[in-house]
């Protein structure tokens, strides 16, 4: 880790302020789902933003975990297969969920409690698994967030 924080391979948006870091490999439905998750805001009145698509640097100020995306890639997000769009961002945001895409056939019927995402060494999150398969997943997101 440096001062600036450590960049890893991740996804960020923020939605009415709660902050959302999708992780998985290559390829898991990371960016698409947070696409999904931001088209959902909007069309339900909510506010969303882009962090950062691919690459997220991932920092600790006081109290805070914050999320902010390299200059390169501020505002654009890659849809597989489609292409890459730009999409309205902010230059960073707290953090406070890490999102775990699953395959419906792959994810377990009942994730552990209190389950949290190593992040990077210091840094750890509450995590919520989202079936690829929901048909509404920033509403699947809040019902967990606030079913906790």
Aim: glycine share 8%; charged share 20%.
């Amino acid at each position: 880790m440096t001062d600036l924080g450590d960049n890893i391979h991740a996804t960020a948006i923020v939605v009415d302020g709660t902050g959302l870091i999708f992780v998985g490999p290559s390829g898991a439905g990371k960016s698409s789902l947070a696409f999904d998750c931001m088209a959902e805001a909007r069309l339900s009145g909510k506010s969303a933003a882009l962090i950062s698509d691919d690459r997220v640097i991932v920092s600790r100020r006081d109290d805070q975990i914050i999320g902010r995306g390299p200059a390169s890639i501020r505002g654009l997000l890659e849809l597989r297969h489609s292409g890459i769009v730009r999409m309205q961002w902010v230059e960073q945001a707290p953090l406070h969920y890490a999102i775990v895409p699953v395959a419906s056939a792959e994810a377990d019927r009942l994730p552990p409690e209190h389950e949290q995402l190593e992040v990077t060494t210091s840094i750890h999150l509450p995590v919520i698994r989202v079936p690829l398969s929901v048909r509404f997943p920033l509403s699947h997101i809040f019902a967990l967030i606030q079913s906790v």
